[in-house]
């Protein structure tokens, strides 16, 4: 239901864009997010926007990470750069309706998923 895409190999430094694309035309109260996951680590959040535009981004990609989406195109982006090799995970978009902001950082807030694409940044 949700087509990410974007992901590859890159090295340190380097900039990504993903995309993720919904089956179908979401309503004004979704809510889309990026988590990812390295090898043997859970899934980490990342960016989260709400379709009003509003958006939270971890931490760890304050100031190298942008979310945005466009309405026009239903699509969700995440532009990375300076990316670095703690960056390495797949990353899986998602989306839910009706999640208030405290709850965008969790994965269970969200009721549909991709299958991920691979970002692996070498050093």
């Known amino acids: 239901q949700l087509q990410a895409s974007g992901g590859g190999l890159v090295q340190a430094g380097a900039s990504l864009k993903l995309s993720c694309v919904p089956s179908?035309?979401?309503?004004?109260?979704?809510?889309m997010a990026w988590f990812r996951q390295a090898p043997g680590n859970q899934r980490e959040f990342v960016a989260a926007?709400?379709?009003?535009?509003?958006?939270v981004l971890a931490d760890s990609v304050k100031g190298r990470f942008t979310i945005s989406r466009d309405s026009a195109e239903n699509t969700m982006y995440l532009q990375m750069k300076s990316l670095k090799p703690e960056d390495t995970a797949i990353y899986y978009c998602?989306?839910?309706?009706?999640?208030?902001?405290?709850?965008?950082?969790?994965?269970?807030?969200?009721?549909?998923w991709g299958r991920g694409t691979l970002v692996t940044v070498s050093s």
């Open positions: 926007i709400r379709w009003s535009g509003h958006s």
């Open positions: 998602a989306a839910g309706s009706g999640i208030i902001l405290s709850s965008l950082r969790y994965p269970d807030s969200y009721s549909y």
């Open positions: 179908r035309r979401t309503g004004g109260n979704f809510a």
